[in-house]
């Protein structure tokens, strides 16, 4: 069963020859291999381009590299990356005239100097590249730096609940259900039962995304990388930051760790596209505070397989769930502080703050939104949307709640929705 990436296939094919290096970025196994390698190689053809001329490579193939004359085995012995002449001469041999040709080149970090390679594709006018990467390190960061303004970066997330649902069997409200449960990986997905799709996530999360992080790194103590991952995982959507978990470390663990170290760590998860933060933005003040900082899972079935699915807050995966899917569509996520000061019974005046889940922006458009499990009375809802009210502008503001409310306006132009029609309306917050 195939699962359409629609919404990333149109963003390659409205890059096309346009001068840039094409980077699709995201975490391990969310499926940017095969968008590129199968969803748009396909494109390619439909659109009349030539078989010869889309060269696909591969730099985690063991065929692949056969063909370079490269081993994996001895890459690994020698513990460097894959030539660059040899590649580099493989592509010459494959250019055989003037005509475009597309070169569609997977995990390509594990290439030496293969931000100069691919800089020099960029000099040969029949040449579009696109590659694929899933760490921030080797990618991302030198995007800006590398390339010169060259780089063109699509990042790519597991399944949106959109994606999932159109090939899951049942209705969306259990599609929810076990979206939140097990996330969107496409191979997690396209498992049958339960059992099944837990001990794929467990193993994808020891085998994979823990040993890559390993293995990149360096990391010497181990026992305390994965102490902090679990914690994170017991925590999504706290206020944190690394001072505030070496107490913890210390407390309950004993542990000597700095807030250096931690945030070394905290670095190597975000790096890896493993977990994302948000950090917290004065809106009446128009200003970013540094920490603390709430994180989120790029995947929630990884989180819930890496706490053997033992803890499971709905309301706190409902906020996961949407601060990824707001990431998804492009917008860049912050959460919203309020600074108020209010009278108290003895006439004192105190300052408090507030909280906007988050603070979404995208060019112009900005949007508030608070993510409410369930309004169950008038007085949850007014809670809720207190914060709202202490806000002076225009842009809108909105509650998703997983209660099945029609969308409406209240007296305040506040838009109530629910978790539904917000996830599987690309165009939701506009309407």
């Known amino acids: 069963m195939e699962i359409r990436r629609n919404f990333y296939l149109d963003r390659?094919?409205?890059?096309?020859?346009?001068?840039?290096?094409?980077?699709?970025?995201?975490?391990?196994?969310?499926?940017k291999s095969y968008l590129l390698n199968t969803i748009f190689y396909h494109h390619l053809l439909e659109c009349g381009v030539e078989k010869d001329?889309?060269?696909?490579?591969?730099?985690?193939?063991?065929?692949?590299?056969?063909?370079?004359?490269?081993?994996?085995?001895?890459?690994?012995?020698?513990?460097?990356?894959?030539?660059?002449?040899?590649?580099?001469?493989?592509?010459?041999?494959?250019?055989k005239d003037d005509a475009m040709y597309y070169l569609l080149l997977d995990e390509v970090q594990l290439m030496d100097c293969f931000e100069a390679v691919l800089n020099g594709y960029l000099r040969k006018d029949n040449m579009d590249v696109f590659v694929t990467g899933s760490n921030a390190k080797f990618l991302s960061k030198d995007i800006i730096t590398e390339f010169a303004g060259r780089g063109d970066e699509i990042h790519?997330?597991?399944?949106?609940f959109s994606e999932f649902m159109s090939v899951y069997q049942g209705d969306k409200y259990m599609g929810l259900s076990e979206y939140m449960l097990y996330g969107g990986i496409p191979l997690v997905v396209l498992r049958e039962g339960a059992a099944d799709k837990a001990a794929v996530l467990q193993n994808l999360f020891q085998e994979i995304?823990?040993?890559?992080?390993?293995?990149?790194?360096?990391?010497?103590?181990?026992g305390e990388l994965e102490d902090l991952l679990n914690i994170l995982s017991s925590s999504i959507g706290s206020l944190t930051n690394p001072e505030k978990l070496k107490n913890t470390f210390k407390t309950v663990k004993k542990s000597k760790i700095t807030s250096?170290?931690?945030?070394?760590y905290l670095d190597c998860f975000e790096d890896?596209?493993?977990?994302?933060?948000?950090?917290?933005?004065?809106?009446?003040?128009?200003?970013?505070?540094?920490t603390p900082k709430k994180y989120y899972f790029s995947d929630l079935g990884l989180r819930n397989a890496r706490i053997n699915f033992r803890q499971f807050e709905q309301t706190h995966a409902?906020?996961?769930?949407?601060?990824?899917?707001?990431?998804?569509?492009?917008?860049?996520?912050?959460?919203?502080?309020?600074?108020?000061?209010?009278?108290g019974k003895d006439g004192k005046a105190t300052r408090k703050q507030m909280e906007v889940d988050f603070v979404c922006n995208l060019g112009s458009a900005r949007y508030y939104i608070q993510s409410a499990y369930a309004l169950p009375d008038e007085e949850k809802r007014a809670q809720e949307i207190r914060p709202f009210r202490k806000i002076d502008d225009s842009f809108k503001k909105i509650v998703v709640t997983k209660d099945i409310v029609t969308p409406y306006y209240d007296e305040h132009g506040i838009l109530t929705m629910n978790i539904y029609d917000f996830l599987l309306n690309p165009k939701s917050l506009e309407s």
């Open 318 to 343: 409902m906020e996961n769930v949407i601060y990824n899917e707001l990431r998804m569509r492009g917008y860049s996520v912050d959460v919203g502080v309020i600074q108020t000061s209010e009278k």
């Open 156 to 160: 790519m997330y597991p399944l949106s």
């Open 260 to 264: 250096n170290t931690i945030k070394k």
């Open 53 to 95: 001329h889309i060269i696909r490579f591969a730099f985690d193939s063991a065929d692949d590299l056969y063909l370079i004359g490269e081993s994996l085995i001895q890459m690994e012995k020698e513990k460097r990356g894959v030539d660059p002449e040899k590649f580099t001469a493989y592509i010459r041999a494959q250019v």
């Open 272 to 290: 890896s596209y493993l977990i994302e933060s948000a950090q917290r933005y004065d809106i009446k003040g128009k200003s970013y505070i540094e």
């Open 209 to 222: 995304y823990i040993r890559d992080i390993y293995k990149r790194n360096r990391i010497r103590n181990q």
């Open 12 to 31: 390659l094919i409205k890059r096309k020859n346009n001068g840039l290096i094409k980077v699709i970025t995201g975490i391990r196994r969310c499926g």
